[in-house]
């Protein structure tokens, strides 16, 4: 598409509409844009009468600066979910979850189990591994906003992958909660069909 995926159409809203949707019973909402589709997403605010509350960031080069950024704009002892624009279907349930157990344990990260046969792929070949053993990982990922803060002083590092790594690098232990098949996200064109009928 020519638009960030963000902002394509699903049930007549952009997918991030959808998304916000579900933190609106959050004490606060921060939505981390590039610079550059600031005013673009002002403007379908407007275009749809778009109201629920949240704070506009301007993101960085990667993800993890502009996760940073919008980290700055927390007070401390507070809960933060990070979670991706296009994962619309998020259960709300979930995400009150998450919040629960961070606030008993400092994190959760919202994880499903593999439906598929998994190999391991290197130099040597290939080889079977037992799927039990491994986790799919979904947002949100939930954190006190002390400890994940302060993960995010640490240099940016190339295994980044999402917030848990980095949490885990500043020598955190990950606490993984049940996601949500239906958690999907919205990456390629067949995903949207999938996005269509959950509608």
């Known amino acids: 598409a020519d638009l960030p995926k963000q902002f394509i159409e699903i049930g007549g809203l952009p997918i991030l509409m959808h998304t916000i949707s579900k933190f609106s019973f959050c004490d606060a909402v921060v939505l981390v844009l590039p610079d550059s589709e600031i005013n673009y997403w002002k403007k379908l605010c407007i275009k749809h009468g778009f109201e629920s509350k949240h704070l506009i960031v301007a993101g960085g080069k990667s993800r993890f600066e502009s996760v940073k950024n919008g980290l700055k704009t927390l007070d401390s002892n507070a809960l933060v979910a990070i979670h991706a624009g296009v994962r619309p279907f998020v259960d709300v349930s979930i995400i009150k979850n998450s919040f629960k157990i961070a606030e008993e344990k400092g ?18 070949g290939n080889l079977h591994v037992d799927r039990s053993l491994f986790k799919i990982i979904q947002t949100p990922q939930t954190f006190s906003s002390d400890l994940i803060k302060n993960a995010y002083q640490q240099e940016e590092k190339s295994f980044f992958t999402d917030d848990a790594s980095v949490f885990e690098a500043d020598g955190n232990s990950i606490n993984l909660i049940d996601g949500d098949y239906k958690n999907i996200k919205i990456t390629t064109p067949e995903d949207l069909l999938v996005a269509e009928v959950y509608l």
């Open 107 to 124: 994190c959760a990260v919202a994880c499903v189990s593999t439906k598929d046969s998994l190999r391991k792929v290197g130099d040597f």
